[in-house]
């Protein structure tokens, strides 16, 4: 499987642009997963519903499962964040995973950046940042693309992973 990351700081549009890249590049007929990387506690499932009360009851694991998809949910409780590796390692094969967030990780990515913000750019110091989609132009030495542009940024990554 081929991975490639989307990084950049909060609000810089990831999730936007990961939403329109699983559509560009599904639109052309690859299979694509994504996994997403939260910074804090976060919840699938919400106080009063069965597999709420069964986790809150103290179950290792919760799976989910109905005719239109399937949810499995593992409580770490105090034990250590898994890796990106082993996530990976837990999905189903496809043709190209898309990664947000992991920015630390040695995988290739593409920067999204926002003025706005005015954080620094990852690109400067991180040579795993491929190429940056940005809503300004930016003076760097990796390749650039508006962070609109989701056909040519999809184009990119595709010929970036062989695909």
Partial sequence: MKIYGIVGYKNAGKTGLMER?????????FRVSTLKHAHHTFDVDHEGKDSYRHRHAGAHQVLLSSRARWALMTELRDGDELPLSELLG?????????????????HPKIEAYRAENNHPILA????????????????????????????????????????
């Fill in 21 to 29: 890249l699983v559509t560009e590049i599904t639109g052309r007929g």
């Fill in 124 to 163: 400067h110091t991180d040579p795993t940042v491929r190429a940056i989609a940005s809503d300004i132009a930016l003076d760097v030495t990796q390749p650039f693309f508006d962070l609109d542009d989701t056909k040519a940024i999809a184009d990119f990554i595709l010929q970036e992973v062989g695909l």
């Fill in 90 to 106: 837990r999905l189903d094969p496809v043709d190209l995973i898309l990664v947000e967030g992991y920015k630390r990780d040695a």
